[in-house]
C-alpha cells in the first residue's frame, strides 16, 4: 500500500526558509519520480518542482533559484528546501508520487508566509 507522509510546514516570516519531507513507502521508491505540488486558497493545484528517478530535476518559474527539490533513496524522502519565501508561495503543499498512472498524494502540509 503506497502511503507519502507530508511535514515540514509552518509560519514563517517573507525571506526565511523552510524544508518540507515527504516520507514513501509501500513502493520502490528509487524507481519513481516525484514531486512536489501546491494549492493556495481558491487556486489550482499546481506543480512546484520535480525529480526524476535518476535525480534531474525541474521547477516552476515562479520559484527557480529560490526552492530545491531532493531525494534520499536510503531514507525513501523527497525534500523541498524553501528559501526566500514570499507571501505569495502560501499554500498547502502535497508530495505525489505516479505509479503506473495512479496519482498517490500526501496529506499535504501548511506553509503560510506571513509578517
Known amino acids: 500500500q503506497v502511503q507519502l507522509v507530508d511535514s515540514g510546514g509552518g509560519l514563517v516570516q517573507p525571506g526565511g526558509s523552510l524544508r518540507l519531507s515527504c516520507a514513501a513507502s509501500?513502493?520502490?521508491?528509487?524507481?519513481?519520480?516525484m514531486s512536489w505540488h501546491r494549492q493556495a486558497p481558491g487556486k489550482e493545484r499546481e506543480l512546484v518542482a520535480d525529480i526524476s528517478a535518476g535525480g534531474s530535476t525541474n521547477y516552476a518559474d515562479s520559484v527557480k533559484g529560490r526552492f530545491t527539490i531532493s531525494r534520499d533513496n536510503a531514507k525513501n524522502t523527497m525534500y523541498l528546501q524553501m528559501n526566500s519565501l514570499k507571501p505569495e508561495d502560501t499554500a498547502v503543499y502535497y508530495c505525489?508520487?505516479?505509479?503506473?498512472?495512479?496519482?498517490?498524494w500526501g496529506q499535504g502540509t501548511q506553509v503560510t508566509v506571513s509578517s
Open positions: 509501500g513502493f520502490r521508491f528509487s524507481s519513481y519520480a
Open positions: 505525489n508520487a505516479r505509479i503506473w498512472r495512479v496519482d498517490h
